[in-house]
């Protein structure tokens, strides 16, 4: 069945490094891919998507390409700040569309 | 702008208890979902509702009912609560038939079972 495998953390960076944090996926056909952004004690919300091959999402500083090729939707962002600490979901919504299929989820703590 | 909205935020129950979740969304979505949140097992989608009228199962249904009460509300019931269903309970929504569609999430409840 369809899955998706994102890298394990935490991740600890300090203010302004950059940010990588890596996402592969299995699933049959074309599937749209999302990253979601959880806050503490908060729900979870859209960073960003891609909905074909070569597309690249962009929001807040944050990119990821979709490369079908290596079946992947890494997460990057040039210069991390604080504000940024948060959990890192990548997902991916298959071609019946009836549901999101989350990864377990990356923790970013970013110290100034 | 409210979007999705879960009550209550907080529960604690004891085993055998039952009770209600409510999930409503004031965006005109005509999908439905409810997913359970562990420590390192990501979101696991428990029931969904594509439209109105209609509910299916997802991934970890079992000890759950769902009802599609009108467009807008989504309710989740717990029977017989359990302590294995201690978790973070999230509701969301989205746009039917558009793959490319996000889904938007509410708040979460946060329900510990002794």
């Known amino acids: 069945g369809d899955s998706v495998t994102q890298m394990e953390g935490p991740v600890t960076l300090s203010e302004e490094a950059f940010l990588t944090i890596n996402c592969t996926y299995t699933?049959?056909?074309?599937?749209?891919l999302f990253w979601y952004v959880q806050y503490p004690g908060e729900g979870l919300q859209l960073l960003l998507k891609a909905t074909k091959a070569d597309d690249k999402g962009s929001n807040k500083g944050f990119e990821a390409t979709y490369r079908k090729e290596t079946t992947s939707f890494h997460l990057e962002k040039g210069s991390v700040q604080v504000s940024d600490s948060a959990v890192y979901f990548c997902a991916l919504k298959n071609q019946a569309g009836t549901a999101l299929i989350f990864g377990k989820g990356t923790t970013l703590s970013v110290s100034s | 702008n409210a979007g999705v909205t879960q009550t209550p935020k907080f529960q604690v129950l004891k085993t055998g208890q039952s009770m209600t979740l409510q999930c409503a969304q004031d965006m005109n979505h005509n999908s439905m979902y409810w997913y359970r949140q562990d420590p390192g097992m990501g979101l696991r989608l428990i029931y969904y509702s594509a439209s109105e009228g209609t509910t299916d199962k997802g991934e970890v249904p079992n000890g759950y009912n769902v009802s599609r009460l009108n467009k807008r509300e989504f309710s989740l019931r717990l029977e017989s609560a359990a302590p294995s269903q201690t978790s973070v309970y999230f509701c969301a929504s989205s746009d039917r038939g558009a793959q490319n569609q996000p889904q938007h999430f509410g708040d979460g409840t946060r329900l510990s079972i002794l």
């Open positions: 699933a049959t056909g074309y599937p749209s």
